[in-house]
Each structure stands twice: as structure tokens, then as C-alpha cells.
């Protein structure tokens, strides 16, 4: 089955805001950030309290810490904004084509070519966002596909072909992120 499939600049964007805020390396760093950085701090007020003898220096290091958790998500999300403000729109439009089949999938601009086809058992994730669909291949291959009725029986055949649960991050959008 081929399907004819528009890209707008606001689906990259989307697909930007999903990187940067909700991918799986993201929510890594993320909790690395928040609970590594709040141990390291009550670890080494911990032990210089210990080793200089002074209590004040743990009660420093657990006040410290829990200004980390509490501050640092506002930081964070700040941070993603900034980011994300920085990519710009060209209102351009790309027409894609995407051909799905039982042992494989296709995405191209022009024609079909073997780089641009990939065996559905390589499909690793596949998430679902406000106004699209991401298929993450191999983990270094990302197709996005736009939201609609027509594209999400696809990607349910996909992910059904492929053996795999949709992600759903129902309120993640570019614009709703931002404001």
C-alpha cells in the first residue's frame, strides 16, 4: 500500500519539540539530571560534613538538594524553549510517499530507492503525538508522519506488522509546548 503524504514545517517542528522534550534520550537525561545531581549533592555535603566535622554542612548539602529538585525541571523546561524557539518556519511543504508492505517499509520524495527502504522488524518505537506520528528505525531513523484518519490506520498497521505498542504523548505540540 503507497500512500501520498504532505510535510509541513509545523510536523518538524513537532517533531523537534518531541526530541528535545520526550524522546527516550531526553527523559534519560532528564532523571539523570534530577536524581544524579540531588545524590551527588547530599553525597559530598554528606561526607565533607562527616570529615570536617561540622553538622551545618549536611543540613547545607539536604537544603541545597531539594532546591535542585524543585528548581531544576523550571530550568529545564526554559531551556527546551529556548531551543525550540530558535528553529524557524518556512512554511514549506514536502510531499513524501510512504508504501507499507508485510516485511517492509518505504519513505521517499521521488522514487523508491533501497536506502530509503527498511525491513519492519527494524522498527524499534513508534510514538504518537497531538499532530503526528513518529516510526523510529534502528534508533537513528526517524519517519514523520502527519496525523490524520487515513495515516493512522497505516501506522496501526505498522505497529501491527511490526509487533509494537504505540507511545502516546497526547498533548505534546510544538505550539503547546510554548505557550
Known sequence: MTKNILLKDNDLLDFYTFMVTSSKKARNTKIFNTIGV???????????????????LIIIGFILSFFWLFFYPFFLKN????????FKINNNIKNMYIDVSDNYIAFYSDTK??????LIDHI?????????????ISDSIHIIIPK????????????KKADKNILVFESLSYNDFLN
Open 38 to 56: 540531588f545524590s551527588e549533592i547530599m553525597i559530598a555535603f554528606f561526607i565533607l560534613g562527616f570529615m570536617l566535622e561540622k553538622n551545618i
Open 79 to 86: 531551556k527546551q524553549k529556548k531551543i525550540l524557539r530558535s
Open 113 to 118: 530507492k533501497d536506502e530509503n527502504t527498511f
Open 148 to 159: 490524520n484518519i487515513e495515516n493512522t490506520d497505516i501506522v496501526k498497521y505498522i505497529a
Open 124 to 136: 524499534s518505537e513508534i510514538d504518537e503525538c497531538k499532530n503526528i506520528f513518529i516510526i523510529f
